[in-house]
């Protein structure tokens, strides 16, 4: 049923697919993302951010289909879709990270270090499954 | 689709899919538009806990239906879906003919009949005579560690299903935040006619060989009982430690979900 050929890039797809769902839900539960609101020290989400948080919700939950789509077939048939995801997640990464620079008092860690999991994770797939496009660093 | 060329099952299951999914976007993502479409159902808590555990069912025969789409027909899966939604058809009726008719709002068990023949067709027009032929091995595999995985789902929808006539309330009493009334024992009652559907199809499974089908029914289900589960617990909003039971049932199903799929899928 997998066809995605390499196991390491099976896991690793696997548990970034486990994490877009739980934020998905996250985000798509007025209260649950109330509470993350509330454990990142932001104040409180009125009504229209909780609508863009719902938004978000969706998108972590087609990210989650994408993710499982790529499973179940060859990886030489989802190459630009690796390539996309890798930049997504570096681009989260990297506005994860000023969001922490620039944080006045306590960071909320959690975003960061999940952003940068993931960006590491998706790089080592795309050089596991021979997706890298022109040249590159070669050791991640 | 379905592998089959027979429309007539094909535009069956598209019924089917069509109102599964309905059922399991509403449920899961919008869980008052129901509340506000049924006077009987109260706003509070306690609906909304039932009604997103409802859609994460659904989403479960829907994604049955999504494989059978794509690897053909399946008997196990209709062993599960034709008495699950028989149940439901008299669920909806029990619970629309006992209220006022003021307060009766017909649609669900109507849709609910119609998805109950439906999959009838669907089957007997698919799949032929209903017939329980055996298995090489018991589950229908060598494997071990599927084996006990098996053995210990179909004993815990059985032990579910005791605690229930034991105690039709244990389920609402054991779980902090829920609140006893009507319409939650209601639904507590149907959490019970899931366990026999369940039952159902894993017996059939332990005689004529596990189902690839239902292994993924259960692992979207209990994948996304997991995530809401851990939502739950980083919210901060589970009271006095939870469901400890539930807790366990929910990590068990995720765990033996994932040892289903993943021995499994390499041969379908």
């Excluded at chain 1, 681009?91 to 940068?116: H, K, M």
Aim: proline share 2%.
């Amino acid at each position: 049923m997998i066809k995605l050929e390499d196991k390491v890039s099976v896991v690793i797809i696997c548990v970034i697919t486990f994490m877009a769902i739980f934020y998905s839900f996250m985000f798509l539960s007025d209260n649950f993302a109330a509470a993350f609101m509330e454990r990142s020290g932001s104040p409180a989400p009125n009504e229209t951010t909780l609508f863009w948080m719902g938004s978000w919700g969706f998108i972590y939950l087609s990210l989650a289909v994408g993710n499982i789509i790529s499973l179940l077939v060859p990886a030489s048939e989802s190459r630009t879709y690796f390539r996309a995801m890798t930049f997504l997640a570096f681009v989260s990464f990297l506005r994860a990270l000023g969001n922490a620079i620039i944080a006045e008092g306590d960071v909320f860690l959690p975003p960061l270090i999940a952003s940068f999991i993931v960006a590491v994770a998706f790089s080592v797939v795309l050089s596991r499954t021979k997706s890298r496009a022109g040249a590159h660093f070669g050791w991640l | 689709m379905f592998k089959t060329d027979d429309k007539v099952v094909q535009i069956c299951l598209a019924i089917s899919y069509a109102i599964l999914a309905m059922y399991a976007f509403i449920n899961f993502f919008n869980p008052a538009y129901i509340i506000d479409q049924y006077p009987s159902l109260e706003s509070n808590d306690t609906t909304i806990f039932f009604l997103i555990w409802y859609g994460m069912m659904n989403f479960g025969a829907v994604a049955g239906l999504v494989y059978m789409g794509y690897k053909g027909l399946d008997r196990a899966y209709f062993a599960y879906a034709i008495p699950l939604s028989l149940l439901f058809v008299w669920w909806g009726y029990s619970g629309q003919a006992s209220l006022e008719a003021d307060e009766q709002r017909w649609a669900a068990t109507i849709l609910f009949a119609v998805n109950f023949l439906a999959l009838v067709i669907a089957r007997i027009r698919g799949l032929g005579a209903f017939n329980f032929d055996k298995a090489d091995t018991s589950w229908g595999t060598d494997d071990k560690i599927v084996k006990v995985v098996l053995y210990l789902a179909i004993i815990g929808q059985v032990v579910f299903i005791i605690q229930y006539f034991v105690n039709p309330a244990g389920f609402i009493e054991q779980t902090p935040g829920l609140e006893m009334s009507d319409t939650a024992q209601r639904f507590a009652d149907g959490l019970m006619y899931f366990a026999v559907a369940w039952t159902i199809t894993l017996l059939y499974q332990f005689r004529c060989g596990y189902s690839m089908t239902m292994i993924v029914t259960g692992l979207v289900i209990s994948v996304m009982f997991f995530a809401m589960m851990l939502n739950f617990q980083a919210s901060g909003v589970v009271e006095d430690g939870g469901n400890a039971q539930l807790t366990a049932v929910v990590i068990g199903n995720f765990v033996g979900s994932l040892i289903l799929f993943f021995r499994l899928q390499s041969q379908h």
